[in-house]
């Protein structure tokens, strides 16, 4: 990536799966890549013991909402953090997961999101994952215009389109590829959000998640793509490029998942 010119802003999103366990290998990606702002899902941390320092040695400022062992979204800034908001505020939980976090950067309305996975398409924790979708409509409805700039990312636990997914046949009916979730996701995006990275990347082929038990599943791209920067319109006309890095994914003791990067001309 070149240095940052004025006017050029750029997000990362990235689950990490266990911040603690991954800063090897996201401290240096961040030392090379210097993106403005970045979303991290799957922390596996409490709030209280996320790893600021290294950060903010690094130049971030961070906002965390982190819970014990599961879950946890955390923003990291260059520049100042505004508005720092956690969960989908509707009520809905006595305890709020750690599944949303937004805050404003550079006049953009973030919002990081780690979306339930499922775990079995007959199961109370699928039903939870259509129900989270469905607040999430809410959420953006209540909180936000689709005339405004916003930008929602993170981890979506679901494969859009059969492009977006190695084995589309073979994978049909899992909790993240199934006609369930891509009518909870559409739903969601029908709000007002675009799909940037297929702005600029309509092929297929392409992917963020590659699971740890495959075998070479880089090399054999069996991967899905389940990561996902989606922008409102304002925000999307402006973006420049987005793209899927591979690179940390062949790094010793990785995340199962490749940060995707968008870059914008604000």
């Known amino acids: 990536m070149t240095?940052?010119?004025?006017g050029k802003f750029s997000l990362a999103?990235?689950?990490v799966n266990s911040v603690r366990s991954r800063l090897?290998?996201?401290l240096p990606w961040l030392e090379r890549n210097r993106p403005d702002a970045v979303c991290l899902q799957e922390i596996k941390v409490q709030t209280e013991a996320f790893p600021l320092e290294p950060f903010e040695k690094a130049g971030y400022s961070c906002a965390v909402f982190g819970e014990k062992s599961y879950?946890?979204?955390a923003i990291l800034s260059r520049e100042p953090l505004a508005d720092v908001r956690r969960g989908l505020e509707d009520g809905a939980e006595k305890t709020e997961p750690a599944r949303l976090?937004?805050?404003r950067v550079r006049g953009v309305?973030?919002?990081?999101?780690?979306?339930p996975q499922g775990h079995e398409p007959d199961s109370d924790k699928f039903r939870y994952k259509l129900a989270w979708l469905a607040r999430l409509k809410e959420f953006f409805e209540r909180e936000y215009s689709p005339k405004e700039p916003v930008l929602w990312c993170g981890d979506m636990n679901i494969a859009p389109t059969p492009i977006d997914i190695y084995d589309p046949k073979g994978l049909l009916g899992h909790v993240g590829f199934c006609p369930e979730v891509w009518k909870a996701l559409g739903e969601v995006t029908a709000w007002g959000f675009e799909d940037v990275f297929r702005r600029h990347r309509p092929e297929p082929g392409w992917y963020s998640y590659y699971d740890y038990r495959?075998?070479?599943?880089v090399k054999r791209k069996t991967g899905w793509r389940v990561d996902h920067v989606y922008c409102s319109a304002p925000l999307a006309e402006r973006c420049t490029d987005c793209w899927i890095?591979?690179?940390p994914r062949l790094a010793e003791k990785p995340s199962d998942h490749c940060p995707v990067v968008a870059e914008f001309e604000l």
Not at 3 to 6: D, H, L
Not at 109 to 115: E, K, P, S
Not at 214 to 217: E, L, V
């Open 13 to 15: 999103t990235f689950n």
């Open 109 to 115: 309305a973030v919002v990081n999101t780690y979306v």
């Open 101 to 103: 976090i937004r805050a």
């Open 24 to 26: 090897d290998v996201l």
């Open 245 to 247: 890095d591979v690179e």
């Open 71 to 73: 879950n946890g979204v």
């Open 3 to 6: 240095a940052k010119r004025a």
């Open 214 to 217: 495959a075998k070479d599943p």
